[in-house]
Every structure is written in C-alpha cells, then in structure tokens.
C-alpha cells in the first residue's frame, strides 16, 4: 500500500471516531519512543504536543520553528502507524495565507488532522481579533479541503489559557470557527462541567477537551456525558515523566539515595517492546 493510501485509510478513520457514539481519549506523545508505546496500548489516534516536543529539546513553548515542528510531525506519523493529529500553534505565521501553507505542509509530513490556535503569541494582544480569528480559520479550512483525503481541522479558542475566562466570547468564536468549517472545536483550559456543557450545546459539533492541563480531573466517561467527543492531555504525559524525573534527580542530589529506581520500567521490557516489528497491542504488567 503507498504512503498516499495508508493516509487517506488514516484520515477516514481519524474522521469515523469523531462520529461514533462516545467520546474517545487521543494521547499526546513528544518524540517517537512514546508513539510507540501508545500505539500498543490500543489507542486509536495520536495528537502531537508543540509544548512536550518543546521541553524534549530544552525548550520552552511555542520556541519550536516550523521546519523543526513539520519532521517532528513525521516521526510521530512514522513511529506511530497511527493517524495523527498536529498541534500546529498558531500556524506559524499571523497572515492567513501562512496558516493555510502550515495546513498543506503538515499533510505533506504525513498528518490527517491539526489544530490552529487563535493566539497570537504577543503579551501585548494574547488573542487575535475576531475578525482575522475567523480570517485564518477559513483560510485553514480552504487548504484543507483542497487536500485528498479528509483532513481533520480543529480550531482552538485560547482565551482561558491567556487569562481571559469569558465563556460568552469563547463559545462566540468556537461558533464562528463552525460556521467557518472546522471540523472539532477546543478551548484549552475548561474544566467547569457546566462551561464545558454549555460549550458543547452551543457549538453542536464534536468538541475536544484537555485534561491534565489544570484544575479538576473529569473522566472520560464524565465528559462523554457533558457532549465531548475527544479528550486530549496536551503536555500532561510529557510532564509526568519530567515529574519523575525531577524527583530521581532531586533525590539523588540532596540524599544520595536511589530509591526512584524502584519505579523504573526494567530495561528488559523495553527492549522487547521496541525491538518488536510493529506496534501489536501489549498489556503493560496487567
């Protein structure tokens, strides 16, 4: 099978799990090792995190150019063998003839779906405007229509990540990015049932929620039922293993004891795993 059927059988099933019943969880790996395990935990899909990709190079967020971000992209894709969705920020570019070039570009690394954030990465004016919000989404949902296969296009309201808790302004946008074309709406940083619910109402499309970024911890059974269809963790895996890190490291320095090894995963195990020829489901110790 060529490389351009695999993605179009990816990009039609990427499409069929937002139209089934329930909601399903799509995990974010930061470099290739961690698709791979997440491919043989039975997950469906796979979602790249700019933030976990960030901090595996030393970086902070958003400090990852696009070239860098595009092979990123690949390697997840070809690790993987699952259908994957970019996070793609703000499209790399403020005009919406760079967020549609972004779009094409991240299909040529092998992704059937991606993001564009309305954030505009400035202190001074954290969000874009209205207006050119819509601007790059409808630019976005142009390039990918024009692709030949299904690409999946999430537009993202950040203004609870940037301090702005205006759930009447969100759901306005998350609206007009509908209205505009794409595919699944998201608002990092929701995590009253009642706002999510009220999100999910409103824009009556299939809605993705993060969890693990902040506040409350709803389950994915929970969030089924508040109208969510995509759950995401953003960074979340990403940081709990610097989280564990951090505290060997920690221990190792102010004690001079070992005790975190305990909780390693024996490197056995993960020779097997990563030696196997594909990505065939493994149970993980259960």
């Not at 190792?252 to 990563?274: Q, S, V, Y």
Request: charged content about 20%.
């Amino acid at each position: 099978m060529s490389r351009s059927d695999v993605q179009a059988r990816h990009a039609e099933a990427f499409r069929a799990l937002h139209t089934r019943p329930g909601a399903f969880i799509i995990p974010n790996p930061w470099d290739a090792g961690t698709a791979r395990l997440l491919a043989m935990a039975g997950f469906p899909a796979l979602a790249t995190t700019s933030a976990g990709f960030a901090f595996s190079k030393g970086l902070p967020d958003n400090a990852i150019g696009r070239d860098a971000m595009l092979q990123h992209i690949a390697d997840i894709v070809a690790a993987g063998g699952l259908p994957v969705s970019a996070d793609l920020e703000n499209g790399f570019g403020d005009e919406p003839a760079t967020v549609a070039e972004t779009i094409r570009l991240a299909a040529e690394a092998g992704a059937v779906g991606g993001s564009i954030e309305d954030a505009t990465g400035r202190a001074d004016k954290p969000i874009y405007a209205h207006d050119a919000a819509v601007e790059r989404i409808a630019a976005a949902v142009d390039a990918a229509r024009a692709l030949p296969f299904p690409f999946t296009l999430t537009a993202r309201c950040e203004n609870y990540l940037n301090g702005r808790r205006d759930l009447a302004d969100t759901i306005a946008r998350l609206v007009a990015y509908r209205d505009a074309g794409a595919d699944v709406l998201y608002a990092p940083g929701l995590t009253d049932p009642d706002d999510i619910a009220a999100v999910t109402r409103a824009v009556s499309a299939p809605v993705n929620v993060v969890m693990g970024l902040q506040g409350g911890l709803l389950s994915l059974d929970a969030l089924a039922a508040l109208g969510v269809k995509r759950v995401s963790v953003g960074a979340a895996l990403a940081r709990a293993a610097l989280g564990a890190f951090l505290r060997g490291a920690t221990e190792m320095a102010h004690d001079g004891t070992f005790t975190f090894a305990a909780d390693a995963i024996p490197g056995r195990e993960l020779n097997r795993w990563f030696a196997a020829p594909d990505n065939s489901p493994v149970s993980f110790g259960r």
